[in-house]
């Protein structure tokens, strides 16, 4: 079926129009901008703003500026020839000479625009200074009251439901937000130099972009000297061009402490109440000089700046923020060694945000197109870092298991998840904002692509490669042909059609693998098959009369045994057509001692196993029996995680004792991570294999005569999380006793788990008081939490939100209402923001109940839940972008029988969102929202619903009614 005009619920949205650099006539050779942020005031303003530009004309006949703007208000626009510098009797010279020029702020033709007319053509070379006056803040609906802007710059500040927040300010610029709070030309491909001038009360802080000039005091030449709130003007100056969406403000009251590297400033920056929340910022910040020396190392490039600051702030949407010699990170991310010793999300961060001083800060970008060349390289390279023992002292080191594993779990895994929704190539000129790039397309797949390269052209050329680009390009914007043609150039290699099919073209393989042995020959047979997951039905039938395929190297590896010795021998062939057949000759000697085969070893190719078979073979080369031996004897942690997932397929009892062997066992957590999700699988099989599975796991968490204390307790708490993830997928209310001792556990990601099975074991109670009694347990988990008792990041409430959301579907509506009131408070503004997200994120199950039959499990009734309606509408509006995503997320989850009026007033909630958000993954998110539900609503009317008459059995009911009331009546007499 068509999608009908208009609908797109893949990444192209309706009235996508390709998107291009644009122009940019002059240049900026530099900015000083004067800012005064009120934090205390109430309007948490941005007023009586001053900026100098120094502007230098690119072509002969420069009649006007454009500057991008965003809800600013422009008091004067004037001009002089003498030039802005960084001293005193600069601005005097330029006062004393101004002059006033026309412009027009308001040009319906060209929102968002400062257009200013000069007053003569200025030549090619030419140079003058622009002296902008103006507030940010100002919303459409009234152009003369400054407010506190929308986006770009960010207040935090105390209220009456957060009393413990501190009066902060900060920005956030990528991509296209920092003409909230300045004109500019808010594009990478313009890159300039800039001093700010941050003027505050003598209370607070100022970090930027640079070094730090001066903080000195500050007297307004209309203020009172004898005011008592004495101000102080801090001066950075960034002297090396940036690009606009990489300045940065940050302002408040922080813990500082210092550090070095090879004469490197290191600064880390923190709220004064981290040491309160039981939190140590160095156990983040700390391996921030091994990141540095590894990158150096690798890249033989030296840190271009001469200090890196990184500032954790409240309220900060992202994980971090690549500001250029000043990174911006999420408070929220900082941990306790005591609580959380496998949590390394921050770390991560900090690889993630230091890599971008070179790709991304010092190389820019040109257009947003080619964002990856920023996100690709960092996602890559905090990647890289675990490995960075192999790669300085090769001869010491083993490569690192733990770099793998991040390849496939944290990068891989996740791209191959998110394009599920939609495939598009990493570079496209097909979208509406810069933020619809920003997603697993942009960081994971580029970050892979990356690898491929690396292992395509040898490490050395690689690095040699992008020592080249770094330096060919430095202070500059390079496009992704720039990299392949640095690349074709240092390793003699032709990439054309490599970044052809990984970075120009969508989509990735997906294999049908087939083993056959005969005789003395193996063959194995290739299919490129057609991607079943892409949710694009238009896509899906064009796909099936034709396959995108891919040509790639592809290793084979035949693992041989005799006695204790290995004998792998590994095979590389060119992938280069739909279907590919090899023949591999195996010594008649060797037969029996061929124990597996395996593909792509060590994991060079982006790729999807869609299916693994064996057509031929004596009994212990059968499928089965070749993944068994994989798991327990793969050399790389690549084979034994691919034979844990393809063993998911197997039904027997032989496997799942393997797979159990593989937990306890295997030398590296995450074999046995993926070991327990294949176990966890096994509640979705046949009655006897489900209990077959279900037995073995439970056997884990209990006490036998071998053991004084249960296997479980052993395990390393990653692994421990993943049994008790699995012990709840099977969702049986024998497993509550077991669960409800693993909430004593130490470790706080355990106990998430632990708090979300329970909910999803409870809901195969029968007893309802007793179903009743853990509900209210789950509540009591999350009201603790409420009330000054949190685990580390709330974990164990946002586990036990999570099990109160498995109740959503529950027969008694009763409950369902109970829960659904409790999850839509824990929502609200006033409470902790994570347990709000996961509370937003399933307030769509509860949005309707759905009353079913249970004879036929139709849905008979469906009620909107009022409270939940209302509260997914209010959260749409709040100024917590990822809040308003999960809100937007939750309106479509909904369970829908019909049509009805509050789908309607869904559909007008999310279409005045994506057209009047500032942020434009909210706006996208909106938009692909109310796509969603008018797919729905299509897909409705295309199987029109069977219509009842039910005119007789409505008369009946109404005469039944209306006898019943008069014999009431009777009684009364």
């Known amino acids: 079926m068509q999608h009908p005009k208009g609908i797109s619920t893949g990444f192209e949205l309706p009235g996508t129009t390709p998107q291009y650099p644009p122009s940019s006539p002059f240049k900026i050779d530099y900015m000083s901008l004067v800012i005064r942020p009120n934090l205390k005031s109430k309007d948490k303003n941005l007023d009586n703003c001053i900026q100098y530009l120094n502007i230098t004309s690119k072509k002969q006949d420069l009649k006007e500026i454009e500057l991008d703007i965003a809800e600013i208000k422009v008091q004067s626009v004037q001009y002089s020839y003498t030039l802005y510098e960084t001293n005193n009797n600069s601005i005097q010279h330029i006062r004393n000479s101004l002059k006033n020029l026309n412009y027009n702020d308001d040009d319906k033709k060209k929102p968002d625009k400062l257009i200013i007319a000069l007053s003569e053509v200025l030549q090619t070379g030419k140079s003058l200074c622009l002296v902008i006056k103006y507030s940010a803040g100002h919303y459409e609906q009234d152009r003369t009251i ?122 880390y920056y923190w709220g004064k109440d981290a040491e309160d929340k039981h939190y140590d910022p160095m156990l983040t910040f700390s391996c921030t000089p091994e990141v540095m020396k590894f990158f150096i190392y690798y890249l033989d490039t030296q840190y271009p700046y001469n200090k890196y600051s990184q500032v954790a702030v409240e309220d900060f949407e992202y994980g971090g923020m690549e500001n250029t010699t000043c990174t911006t990170l999420n408070d929220q991310y900082f941990h306790n060694k005591e609580l959380s010793l496998d949590y390394t999300f921050d770390t991560e961060v900090v690889r993630h945000e230091l890599a971008h001083q070179w790709f991304g800060d010092l190389v820019t970008c040109r257009d947003w197109q080619h964002l990856w060349l920023n996100e690709g390289f960092a996602s890559y390279f905090e990647a890289l870092y675990l490995d960075k023992d192999h790669i300085m002292h090769p001869e010491q080191h083993p490569r690192v298991d733990e770099f793998q594993y991040y390849l496939i779990t944290k990068i891989m895994d996740v791209y191959m998840t998110e394009a599920v929704v939609y495939k598009r190539p990493i570079v496209t000129t097909m979208y509406k904002h810069p933020d619809d790039l920003d997603d697993g397309h942009t960081y994971r797949k580029g970050a892979f692509v990356l690898h491929m390269l690396r292992s395509h052209i040898y490490d050395r050329n690689f690095r040699e490669s992008l020592k080249q680009y770094l330096y060919r390009y430095r202070y500059s914007t390079s496009e992704t042909d720039n990299l392949r043609t640095v690349c074709e150039e240092v390793s003699g290699v032709s990439l054309q059609q490599f970044f052809y099919q990984w970075v120009y073209k969508a989509g990735h393989p997906a294999l049908d693998i087939e083993l056959a042995l005969d005789n003395s020959q193996l063959s194995v047979i290739i299919k490129q098959v057609s991607d079943e997951d892409n949710k694009d039905k238009d896509l899906k039938e064009e796909s099936q009369t034709k396959i995108s395929t891919f040509n790639f190297p592809l290793d084979i590896k035949l693992w041989f045994s005799s006695g204790t010795n290995n004998e792998p021998e590994v095979h590389t062939f060119e992938i280069t057509d739909e279907e590919y057949t090899f023949k591999i000759d195996v010594e008649s000697t060797k037969i029996k001692q061929l124990k597996y085969v395996s593909i792509d070893p060590e994991l060079k190719v982006l790729k999807e196993i869609k299916s693994f078979k064996v057509t031929n073979g004596p009994e212990h080369f059968q499928r089965k029996e070749l993944l068994k031996k994989q798991l327990k004897y793969g050399e790389s942690i690549v084979e034994r995680i691919y034979a844990a997932r393809l063993l998911k397929a197997e039904t027997s009892e032989d496997v799942i004792d393997a797979l159990k062997e593989s937990i306890m066992t295997d030398p590296f957590y995450g074999v046995s991570i993926e070991s327990a999700l294949a176990l966890g699988s096994f509640s979705k099989k046949s009655d006897e294999i489900e209990t077959l599975a279900y037995n073995k796991l439970v056997a884990m968490f209990q006490n036998d005569d071998n053991y004084k204390e249960p296997q479980f307790s052993k395990l390393d708490s990653r692994i421990k999380a993943q049994l008790v993830v699995a012990l709840g997928n099977f969702g049986k209310k024998e497993s509550l006793e077991f669960l409800f001792t693993v909430l004593e556990d130490k470790n706080p990601l355990v106990v998430r788990q632990a708090a979300t099975g329970i909910g999803k074991c409870s809901t195969s109670l029968t007893d309802v008081q007793e179903k009743k009694n853990n509900i209210e347990k789950l509540k009591s988990i999350v009201r603790a939490e409420f009330n000054g008792t949190p685990t580390f990041r709330n974990n164990l409430a946002r586990g036990a939100i999570l099990g109160l959301g498995e109740f959503s579907a529950d027969a008694d509506e009763e409950i369902v209402r109970s829960v659904a009131d409790f999850i839509v408070d824990a929502s609200k503004y006033g409470k902790e923001y994570l347990i709000r997200q996961i509370a937003i994120s399933i307030l769509g199950d509860f949005l309707r109940y759905n009353k079913v039959n249970k004879e036929n499990k139709e849905v008979i009734e469906t009620k909107v839940i009022e409270s939940v309606f209302i509260q997914l509408k209010n959260v749409l509006k709040s100024d917590r972008w990822s809040l308003q995503v999960a809100a937007c997320q939750a309106f479509v989850s909904s369970r829908v029988n019909k049509p009805d009026e509050k789908l309607i007033e869904t559909i007008n909630e999310l279409t005045w969102i994506a057209e009047h958000d500032p942020d434009g993954m909210v706006r996208r998110e909106a938009e692909v929202s109310v796509n969603n539900i008018r797919q729905w609503i299509y897909d409705w009317l295309d199987e029109p619903p069977k219509i009842v008459y039910k005119i007789r059995e409505d008369a009946d009911k109404l005469q039944e009614q209306t006898m019943q009331a008069r014999q009431n009546r009777l009684k009364l007499y």
Not at 155 to 173: C, E
Request: aromatic share 16%; charged share 30%.
């Open 146 to 267: 400054a407010k506190t802007p929308r986006s770009g710059f960010h207040f935090i500040r105390p209220d009456d439901k957060y009393p413990n927040k501190k009066y902060q300010a900060w920005t956030q610029g990528e991509a296209t937000e920092s003409r909230y709070w300045f004109p500019c030309f808010d594009h990478p491909e313009l890159k300039f130099p800039w001093e700010i001038h941050v003027i505050v009360t003598e209370e607070f802080v100022v970090i930027s972009n640079g070094i730090l000039e001066s903080a000195k005091p500050y007297v307004d030449s209309d203020d009172d000297a004898n005011k008592s709130d004495k101000k102080f003007e801090w001066i950075w100056k960034e002297s090396i061009p940036n690009a606009a969406y990489l300045a940065s403000v940050v302002v408040g009251t922080f813990v500082k402490k210092t550090d070095s590297y090879e004469g490197i400033l290191l600064e």
